[in-house]
């Protein structure tokens, strides 16, 4: 592999792009560490390091895919959470409102329209999500029991709490834009690159923390189950990620004048995975609401007890039991909204493709759909277990919800790097290089 790089850094067009492509991280991580104007920056460290994560549980989730930006109220505290969220809910709305299933269908043009409005809910989400940090920060709720929580924020006028949600909304355009940069200009895809990043910075700490708070031989034992988990964790999440189910087509050839046409074999690959970590980051947010009504409420009655009770604590069998719920029905949802069989059957057969065996159209759908239902189950099982892990490590290691090795780190991590790698392996093999998978 460190040849293959070597020889990447000597194509003149391919160093360019990895060269930029390090050049956008570093500035994504520098202001990742740049405080927001009226933040006390003392007072944010102090409480930081009183809470030692307990007071970014509610908030893990934004936290991790910020690279701890959030929690330090720094210019891109809301990192690339506002655009995983526009994007999610674009694909939504292009399922249930026809005019942008017809932007969809227009190709490159009508592709272009849908990412201008995932831009304008981006800034739009943004703002909303800004105003409750700044809100949250001002109550002192973003660090429950830290005796300086209600000083993060010393001057709490309109002004300044106006400036704060700009700045932070600024800094998520900013980071939209240099994704965009990546994907024009450098190697791989900027936005996915960026989550990889964030996700990455904080491995480290973590990692540090589990040997600090280990007990047996000075918490090495800890630490060194730690890492082999992690390597269990990334060959299953590459093993299954790589998984797929193939569906031989068979085109029919056809005589068009005196040239013949078609009579090619291919076939269409079906994930194990076929809906990612989405499942996991929607399960997650959902179960964020009642967490977030009983803070902001502060209420002692019994439904707010209850929830503080089942479904706030993650070691709770009633947490877990939904978390692990949720995520099978989001799974075949996301599946259902994103892979049409009838659509996939219809090109087929306008296009001469038959699947073996099968005859074309109707049956050839209900096929497509029983073999992606079939493979959905043990994907969906897959990455509820995966989920479950930062719970497992809750118990065993007293990590908090940042547990280095969670599912959706873990999924998000090998997922990109698997792609990024095999981007710039394709651009090696058009010049004759060895690549890096073999």
Known sequence: MLTAFARAFQTPDLRKKLLFTLGIIVLFRLGAHIPVPGVSYVNVNYCMEAAKGQGGDLFGLVN????????????????????????????????????????????????AKITQYTRYLTVALGVLQGTGLVATARSGSLFPGCDRAAEIIPDQSIFTTAVMVITMTAGTALVMWL?????????????????????????????????????????WVEFGSVIAVGLAMVALVVFVE??????????????????????TSTYIPLKVNQAGVIPVIFAASLLY?????????????????????????????????????????????YVAITFN????????????????????????AEYL????????????????????VPTVALVLFSADQNFPFGGTSILIIVGVGLETVKQIESQLQQRNYEGFLR
């Not at 493979?375 to 990455?383: A, D, N, R, V």
Request: aromatic share 12%; charged share 15%.
């Open 64 to 111: 991790m895919f910020s690279g701890g930006a959030l929690l330090q109220l720094t210019i891109f505290a809301l990192g690339i959470m506002p655009y995983i969220t526009a994007s999610i809910i674009l694909q939504l709305l292009v399922v249930v409102i026809p005019r942008l299933e017809a932007l969809k269908k227009e190709g490159q043009s009508g592709q």
């Open 179 to 219: 994704g965009e940069l990546i994907t024009d200009r450098g190697i791989g895809n900027g936005m996915s690159l960026l989550m990889f990043i964030a996700i990455a910075a904080g491995f480290t700490g973590s990692l540090w923390q589990i040997k600090l708070s280990g007990k047996i031989m000075d918490g």
């Open 341 to 364: 069989p009838e659509e996939v059957a219809d090109n087929m057969k306008k296009y001469g493709g038959f699947i073996p065996g099968i005859r074309a159209g109707r049956p050839t």
């Open 289 to 333: 609401i009642p967490a977030l009504l009983v803070q902001f409420s502060n209420s002692t009655a019994g439904w707010a007890t209850w929830i503080q009770a089942n479904l706030v604590s993650p070691d709770s069998a009633m947490y877990i039991a939904i978390y692990f719920a949720m995520i099978i029905f989001f799974a075949f949802f």
């Open 242 to 263: 790589q998984a797929q189910r193939r569906i031989p087509v068979q085109y029919a050839k056809r005589m068009i004048g005196r040239r013949s046409y078609g009579g």
């Open 369 to 388: 759909s029983y073999v992606l239902n079939r493979i959905t189950w043990p994907g969906s099982l897959y990455l509820g277990l995966i989920a479950l």
